[in-house]
């Protein structure tokens, strides 16, 4: 259930669109929400009673933006490291759903361009939707499950299903990619309704009623799940991001996730929708 919201809002972005297209969702519309930001540390006093000047603007837009019932909407301004405040802000409020912008930036260069977003994403364990600053929000009717055995995979579809189960004429997307599948030219896949995976998910949604639609496409998993969510034209995407760190490097960025071959990764950059991650 998603109760308490964190919008970390830096003055740029898709995050205020984001936030409003997730308010017509009925279950979504019973959350509070805290829309924080983070004023980084100046060298003199002249410099931070500006950017905090700034700061008290910029959160005053995006409560104006928002819009929503004031009872239900908290305003924070914090000063310090932005990544760090972020997750000791999440922490604090027992977020469920951390919502954060993002530059879209491969792994490497999110490395040395200290990116606030890949850092939270890679330490934090709570929910999170990344929204990259130069994808279009639409109203959520369309929301895409990458399936797998996984328990994350399941907590994604779980989601999925309340999100869905109130939206008028929403529908259900399930992916579940093969790498293994080779199809010769000429040949037809096999029914992807017929996936041992997506088969629990399809009953699922059967019993709420909500519409469906399978797909089982061949190749690299990253790839076929972003172009399966531009093919489709999908509003959003829910990924299972699993915590593969040992609890020895909790307090590090995961540098194998950053520079190898991690799903949720590539996906974060390549995605055309917004992404929501469930550990």
């Not at 977020?95 to 890949?118: C, D, F, H």
Request: with cysteine; glycine share 6%.
């Amino acid at each position: 259930m998603i109760e308490k919201i964190l919008l970390a809002n830096s003055g740029t972005g898709q995050t205020e669109a984001m936030l409003k297209a997730l308010m017509d969702i009925p279950l979504i519309q019973r959350a509070t929400v805290t829309v924080l930001h983070v004023v980084p540390p100046q060298v003199t006093a002249d410099a931070m009673t500006e950017k905090w000047e700034e700061g008290g603007k910029t959160l005053a837009n995006a409560i104006q933006t928002i819009n929503l019932d004031p009872s239900r909407i908290t305003a924070m301004l914090r000063e310090g490291e932005p990544k760090d405040v972020v997750c000791q802000v999440a922490e604090e409020i027992n977020a469920s759903l951390i919502i954060m912008g993002s530059r879209g930036l491969k792994r490497l260069q999110s490395i040395l361009e200290n990116s606030v977003s890949q850092y939270v994403f890679q330490l934090s364990p709570r929910p999170m939707l990344l929204v990259k600053d130069d994808i279009f929000i639409r109203k959520i009717n369309r929301v895409m499950v990458a399936m797998d055995p996984s328990p994350s995979a399941q907590q994604c579809l779980k989601l999925a299903l309340s999100l869905l189960r109130d939206i008028k004429n929403g529908q259900l997307i399930l992916a579940h990619t093969n790498p293994d599948l080779k199809i010769k030219p000429g040949e037809i896949a096999a029914n992807p309704n017929e996936d041992p995976v997506l088969m629990p998910a399809i009953a699922e949604a059967k019993k709420l009623g909500i519409a469906y639609k399978c797909v089982a496409p061949e190749g690299k998993p990253g790839d076929r799940i972003c172009q399966t969510a531009s093919d489709l034209n999908v509003d959003l995407l829910i990924l299972g991001s699993p915590d593969r760190r040992p609890s020895v490097a909790k307090g590090l960025p995961d540098l194998d996730r950053l520079l190898g071959q991690s799903l949720s990764d590539y996906v974060r950059v390549y995605s055309p929708c917004p992404v929501l991650l469930v550990r």
